[in-house]
């Protein structure tokens, strides 16, 4: 059907002929409501005269509708016309031409290929992490626009177009008319992943291969597979590997032929399991320009604690030195050190004149933070009278917003008690509970708050109206300069620093700028509000500066070894920083010796597990060493050397030792797989809707089944019980309430409900008991052996505490204190695991070290 101009479907108006593809005419239109510009899509007719279809291409569109990313089409709304019932789509409308286009005078620059390219698959990692595969995806369906940014077309809708048919049949495949090629089944098989031309299920993986095509013919200016018949085709795509791309262009690095090859895989086991980890890769081919840091004008001082917890700390020197001997360039960034003392740094602001900087900090073995004023021109720092306040934001007028940071709730998630106070410490006013971080707007009438009642985060702007809720967390808010939109990082995992840089404007709609980073802390915006500048990794926690514009464009400001944290921008454009060392580890403490262990292996070691008979400890490593999807590891307890048993976070060894149940991280949603501690290969669970936590799991003493908590999309936490030889995952509390532990005799779990006590649930069913002796801010972490107490620890608190709870009385007795030798830097230490004859215990612990700088010259 051809419509003509001023035809009217709802409140739009037909403006002129696009164009038309495999999925329908496309037409100019104009939004009579919002006066906008926009691209409607008409379908073809056959989605109205299937009432199924009809219904999946309905669901599938509002599934695209959710994508808010800079390099996807958005998608505004979705009708069908009342008189001739076609079904429409209301598309974003882009000026440039498709990627087909720009490939018709052959291959492009690696340099230009490298910027699309991570512009597809930061589009394609937003995709999926909302759970929509592409399945189409090919150059007719990328847009490259006037001004460079490349856009993904018809997500969601693709998967419609060819659901009718199998792919091996060819007779619903979109096809593709050009040159002297009319009708042949090339333009769409071509770039089909070999599951796709099986007729096998597609997920995130299929979309990797056809991207790795695309990637091909880019750098090469030729399809990687091609024959004289779709037969062929499929073939090649089957079976061959596609030519060197040296025969067609010598100018390809080795590094970039690696990705394409990896992408190419014709397993999708061995291919890329993210676009997260392609984008990490580009990254790293595309980040070499980037500025380096230069000397500060002043010599700085490194000090090595002498502790075996502090030692961690030396790293911290490391920055000082190489700043040091790096050659010195009068248009290079400069540095200013500010503070001379050990211990973290938590967050600092300029004052409104920016001859000031007030800072948060635990300096010299304190376990509360404290408030500090500094000035550029001396060394000394001023003690302010408010006590366990961490400094949030800093209005014009010069008042403070400062949280107390009193709930721990998980990872880097801590809550407390927000409060006013002015700059000169003297005394503050409670203004709201349950606040994570805080920002002012820029006139000081309005507060942008992480508000987290119960757990669940939100942002409101301004207190009390909710514009965005997560699942997932969220940090340092910050306010643009014009007070429209505000700035954040949404973090999909609770408590985990993995995240995106998100804006959300004042209506409640978000946009993802740039997403996949690994460790992600410290945001600001720039003084003209153009970027926002923040810190992340895209692997470990080694955190370089880079600045992204609310369109999306992304760039590298500052890279350097170690990790750096934003903290402000000044007015006038100097940057506050923090140099920060951090790790994570666990001490043990065994029967057979007098002093505590360090079993830590690398810099993040985290999750003990303690085997049933207490000889061995499998853990998880994070941070650069564990890989962007962690790594478990397994060691005996006589500090013998750890082994890597497989990706993703350690969660239960098995009653016979002889296999490992884990968490996958890298997939969404979060799936198990058991890892043999000895000969074998991992076992994988089948992919579903349940995303499963990383912080409890058990076998139960029959090892055939598992219990674990977890959450079905959109719904709270509970517990699960699952069967290792199949089946589907069987609820076992209610919504709300999580599993703690697993008694020794598997027939009960300790749970606790959001904000609530514990309670001993059967797992037979049935109704639950409540537990007393037990505290809500108690740490569960092992069951006496004749089941009738339950160990709890303290956290965050030192000393570290662990006290027996007698499950009938409610009775409550110390059990153990412990206190490391040097406690500073030390950011968290709490138990982690008790054996059931209480004779061996892990704790972990938090270790911080930072010095804040003041960097001019930045750009």
Sequence with gaps: MTLIPGTRLGPYEIVAAIGAGGMGEVYRAKDSRLGRDVAIKVLPASFSEDAERLRRFEQEAKAAGVLNHPNVTAVYDIGTDPSEGFPYVVQELLEGETLRSVLADGKLPARKTVDYSLQIVRGLAAAHEKGIVHRDLKPENIFVTNDGRVKILDFGLAKLMQAEGSASSGTNLPTETRGTEPGVVMGTLGYMSPEQVRGKPADARSDIFSFGAILYEMLSGKRPFQGDSAADTMSSILREDPPDLSLTNQSVSPGLERIVRHCLEKNPQQRFHSAHDVAFDLEALSGSSAPRLQPPRMRLRARIPSSLVAAGCVAAGLLAGWLIWRPHSESSPTFHRLTFRRGPVWNARFSPDGGSIIYSASWDGAQKPELFSTRLESPESLQLSLANKWLTGISRSGEMLVVQPDNYLSGYCIIGNLSQAPLSGTASRVLLEDVGAADWSPDGASIAVVHAPQGRYRLEFPVGKVLYETAGWISYPRVSPKGDAIAFFDHSVFGDDRGSVAVMDLAGKKTILSAGWESAQGLAWSPSGKEIWFTASRSGTSRGLYAVTPAGRERPVLVAPGSVTLQDISRDGRVLLAETNMRLGFFGLSPAETKERDLSNFEWSWGARLSDDAKTVVFTEQGEAGGPGYSVYQRPLDGSAAVRLGEGAG?????????????????????????????????????????????????????????????????????????????????????????????????????????????????????????????????????????????????????????????????????????????????????????????????????????????????
């Design 651 to 859: 969660l239960a060894i098995s009653p016979d030792g002889k296999w490992v149940l884990a968490g996958r991280v890298r997939t969404s949603p979060t799936t198990l797989v058991l890892l043999p501690t000895g000969a074998g290969q991992p076992r994988t669970f089948p992919k579903d809707s349940i995303d499963r936590d990383i912080d409890f799991g058990a076998f139960l003493p029959d090892g055939k089944t598992i219990a674990y908590s977890a959450h079905e999309r959109g719904k709270p936490m509970r517990a699960f019980l699952q069967d290792l030889e199949g089946g589907a995952a069987r609820p076992v509390t209610p919504e709300g309430v999580v599993a703690r532990l697993l008694s020794p005799d598997g027939k009960f779990l300790l749970t606790q409900a959001e904000g609530h006590g514990f309670a001993l649930a059967p797992i037979g069913g049935g109704p639950s008991t409540p537990a007393r002796g037990f505290d809500p801010t108690d740490h569960a972490v092992g069951w006496t052996a004749d089941g009738r107490s339950v160990f709890v620890g303290t956290d965050r608190v030192l000393p570290a505490r662990i006290f027996r709870v007698e499950l009938e009385t409610g009775g409550r007795e110390l059990w153990k204190e412990f206190m490391p030798g040097d406690p500073t830097g030390i950011t968290r230490l709490g138990a982690m695991a008790v054996s059931r004859d209480g004779k061996t215990m892990l704790f972990g612990y938090g270790h911080r070290i930072a010095d804040l700088y003041v960097a001019e010259g930045l750009r």
